[in-house]
């Protein structure tokens, strides 16, 4: 059939012509809507600028065919075949191209956004500046791809191969890349903010400038990798593998990486503030400083040597414990659970619920947190239920207001400790002045379980703990065990049965602050 007739026949209403030969045909610019050309060979055809939108092209043939600038919009190309032909600028939004081969194809500024490529092989292809937002790319093949500045937003690209594919300046922003392969891939100045990336291979891949900011980084493979100047603050680097890789400058604010691997990394110049050092490998760690700031602009720099460095990331997770000298019961379970979501609303830390541990004596209620500073603000908050508080509170504030008396001949980490928990102290006792007495807290204080003996105890970054107030009874068995559920009467805060906490012991516990 010529393209005369097939043209003629297509324009009185004919729409079906499977297996048609047309290769090398001109084809540029027509009207081709809707039209039926599965397994057609189009091998070489002229189909610049031509309307093919939900055209079915199922197992065509399309080998170095042009078709920049056509509308293909919703087209069906699942297992066609377009190895190294021309659709630069084309519109194949929405478009079925599942298992399609596209090797080395120009697909330069193309509209792919919301098309289906799972499986496809675009080997070598050229996807500069194309969007693909929410495309589907899962199990596709893109090795060696030139996906420079396109726009990936929220694809999915799960278990894609992209070995090799330049990614520079990329928007994948909250893009789903599960076990995808990214061995040495440029990413550099990439947006990955918010992708989910848990147990993908990047292995020697350059993130170099990369926005990784919240995104989940969980079990992946990131030896080698280039991540200097990343952006990977709140990210999630749970047992991420980041061996020798370069970390320099990086931004790792409120970053969680419990059981990552940084054998032979690199962290020179990292952002670390509030991000957990407990539980990662660190042997043979590069390290000369790192900023500790807020904000992560230097203002607090840490040096240190290499054996310095090393005492630096074997972090312990601080807590808090508050040991009651009595079992949990139901009623008591309910009023504080109640208690503690209250006092969360006000004091954001509490958030994170306590591990509970219950014996046939004693319950031990454990609030994990991120930073030292927190330790005694958190104790300050978390013994309010207990009918013990406002002794525990008195004792807090006279000690640490004992111990700024003598700060003029303290060292300089010592001051630079008790101005951080000063200010964290004076902040909390403002939010829970605050907290109204509402029913549950009422009924927290007439609990039992509430009047028993407590004690608290913190455990800082260094795993030094330290006894920060005892009751008088507590352990202690007495004949008549409501006469051990009584609160002390008149305990003054010069009383040390109440307390083990001294000025030096306070020093000594913040000599061993990070």
Known sequence: MTVEEFLKQYAAGLRHFGAINLS???????????????????????????????????????????LSGANL???????????????????????????ASLIRAELLRADLNGANLSGANLTGANLSEATLRTANLSSANLSEANLRGADLTAASLEEANLHGAELNRADLGAADLRGTELRQVNLGLANLSGADLSGANLRWADLSGVNLSWANLSEAKLSGANLSGADL??????????VHADLTAANLIKADWAGADLTGATLTGAKLYAASRFGLKTEGLICEWVDMSQEGD?????????????????????????????????????????????????????????????????????FKIDTDEQLFATAYVAVFPFNDAAIAHKNILTLFQQVKQEEQSLGIQQQYWLEKIAIALEQVVKIIEKVKPEEGLITAKKEKFFKAPIQIVLTNSSAQALNLYDHPSFGKRLISSSEALQPPQGIAIKTKKNIRMTPAGLLNFLNSFH
Do not use: M
């Open 24 to 66: 090398e045909a001109n084809l540029s610019g027509v009207n081709l809507s809707g039209v039926n050309l599965s397994k057609a060979n189009l091998s070489v055809a002229n189909l610049s600028g031509a309307n093919l939108s939900e055209a079915d092209l199922s197992g065509a043939k399309l080998n170095v065919a042009k």
């Open 233 to 242: 603050s709140h990210a999630n680097l749970l047992n991420a593998s980041l």
């Open 298 to 366: 230097r203002s607090q720099i840490y040096r240190f040597s290499k054996a310095e460095a090393k005492k630096f990331f074997l972090q312990t997770l601080p807590t808090v414990r508050t040991i009651v000298d009595a079992p949990l019961d139901q009623d008591a379970n309910l009023a504080l659970a109640f208690t503690y979501h209250q006092l969360a609303q006000a004091y954001p830390v509490l958030s994170r619920p306590p591990s509970i541990e219950v014996s046939d004596r004693r319950t031990t209620l454990t």
């Open 73 to 99: 919009s919703k087209a069906n190309l699942n297992g066609a075949i377009l190895n190294v032909a021309n659709l630069v600028r084309a519109d194949l939004s929405e478009a079925e191209l599942i298992g």
